[in-house]
């Protein structure tokens, strides 16, 4: 899942489709509002184990770490993603 993630995000960064690289920009918006969750929360929108979760480190990310904190930024972005779409078996992977 992480691994996955990863993969796609770095696909939409590195896209020169303004509409990709948008997605890109939405999530990393939304990465507050997913910080303030609970490890149990986002575990069930990522299909992650919580204890995975709870183990992330840093767990909160400023604007500027998420290229040092790939994994961080990946699980809090995968969740961001599941909240915004309500449908946690739809991940980054799909392509519009």
């Known amino acids: 899942m992480l691994f996955a ?8 960064a590195r896209s020169q489709n303004p509409r990709e690289r ?11 509002q997913v910080q303030e969750l609970s490890d149990k929360t986002i575990a069930a929108l990522t299909g992650l184990d919580e204890n995975l979760v709870e183990r992330l480190v840093p767990r909160r990310l400023e604007k500027g770490d998420y290229v040092g904190h790939l994994e961080t930024f990946s699980v809090l972005a995968a969740a961001a993603y599941n909240l915004q779409t309500a449908d946690s ?3 980054l992977l799909e392509i519009p």
């Open 5 to 12: 993630t990863q993969v796609r995000i770095i696909a939409l």
């Open 22 to 32: 948008s997605r890109l920009y939405d999530l990393a918006h939304r990465i507050p």
């Open 89 to 91: 078996e739809v991940n």
